[in-house]
């Protein structure tokens, strides 16, 4: 089965600090993305990335990098976390190509900035 | 730009009844899937169902099936014998099948199954 694995289920971040919020991926998935998860907004795509060291913004990119040194893991970063930033985050991986398009999520981060 | 639109936060079905999610999409795309994906209470995004858009048949996976009307660029899903555990989040999802492969999810539709 594909996992895709997000390093903290819960993190509560003060105003003003650097956060990481990890992902990794055990099925060799070119494609990896970080979504937003609010109540009635859905998901939002913050950033993603087709390959190693490559990168996309995606519609909610203000605020975030990402990073990806290595194909299994893409990290998001919040530069200064601020109280708006507080969400669900979900973290997804996929496969290229036209086949196999499924793509697998991760449990999800609730990150609470106070 | 591809968009997704889901018109219904919430619904509900009685336990074994039959329930239908609506989904639209705008795309300029030729070619394209279309998915419902399902959140449960633990969060866990699982695909429910998929539909490449170049396939007239609507696809079916046991109790859930879809109606896809290309024209009409409308994607619904359809929940028969509702079951306790189909209680859950549901977002309908698009991607383009060329090009960057992001997926455009709507804003979902929270399903509650009454026994």
């Known amino acids: 089965d594909v996992k895709v694995t997000q390093s903290s289920r819960y993190l509560v971040k003060r105003t003003g600090e650097k956060v990481f919020l990890e992902c990794v991926q055990d099925?060799?998935?070119?494609?990896m993305f970080w979504y937003r998860q609010d109540p009635g907004l859905g998901l939002r795509l913050i950033y993603f990335s087709y390959d190693v060291k490559m990168k996309e913004k995606g519609d909610i990119p203000e605020g975030y990098s990402v990073s990806r040194e290595k194909k299994e893991r893409f990290s998001l970063i919040l530069e200064s976390a601020s109280t708006n930033q507080t969400s669900m985050y979900l973290c997804?991986?996929?496969?290229?190509?036209?086949?196999?398009?499924?793509?697998?999520f991760g449990q999800g981060t609730r990150l609470t900035v106070v | 730009a591809q968009t997704v639109t889901q018109s219904q936060p919430e619904m509900s079905v009685q336990e074994a009844e039959t329930v239908t999610l609506s989904c639209t999409y705008d795309t300029s795309e030729s070619d394209y899937y279309l998915f419902w994906y399902k959140q449960p209470p633990s969060r866990q995004m699982i695909l429910v169902i998929r539909q490449e858009a170049y396939k007239q048949q609507n696809a079916t996976e046991n109790r859930f099936s879809v109606n896809f009307q290309k024209a009409a660029k409308s994607f619904s899903l359809k929940i028969s014998d509702s079951q306790l555990g189909d209680a859950a989040m549901y977002f309908c999802a698009a991607r383009a099948l060329s090009g960057t492969y992001k997926y455009i999810f709507g804003t979902g539709t929270r399903l509650k199954v009454l026994a």
């Open positions: 099925m060799d998935h070119e494609n």
């Open positions: 997804a991986s996929s496969l290229e190509g036209v086949m196999n398009t499924e793509a697998f």
